[in-house]
């Protein structure tokens, strides 16, 4: 019920900074989604980044982004965007965005992509060294 498309990936240096956007249709049902982020490095299976609650709920982070990306929604403006700091060529990967409704419980949850029903495009970030 729910389009996703997402923009901002890019080639960067190591310690540098993006904002991702996922832009997702529906505007009158977005804010009820339950919205995250995964990713996917050549020759790795796609893994769990972030998610943010409906409205604008809890937030949850994997260990290896958190304290250095944030993610959040514009719910009027049907956005979901992930601020990454200090990257790391580690972070290089194809980044996706996901929504479901009503994915009950916590990171462990989440986290699973299998919880969720609609899926962008991807986008694509490369962190040099």
């Known amino acids: 019920q729910v389009q996703l498309v997402e923009s901002g990936g890019g080639l960067v240096q190591a310690g540098e900074s993006l904002r991702l956007s996922c832009a997702a249709s529906g505007r009158s049902t977005f804010s009820s989604y339950t919205v995250g982020w995964f990713r996917q490095a050549p020759g790795k299976e796609r893994e769990f980044v972030a998610a943010?609650?409906?409205?604008?709920?809890?937030?949850y982070y994997s260990d290896s982004v958190k304290g250095r990306f944030t993610i959040s929604r514009d719910n009027n403006e049907n956005t979901l965007y992930l601020q990454m700091t200090t990257l790391k060529p580690e972070d290089t990967a194809v980044y996706y965005c996901a929504a479901r409704q009503r994915i009950i419980g916590g990171i462990a949850t989440v986290s699973v992509e299998s919880k969720y029903d609609y899926w962008g495009q991807g986008t694509q970030v490369t962190v040099s060294s």
């Open positions: 943010i609650r409906q409205l604008g709920g809890n937030r």
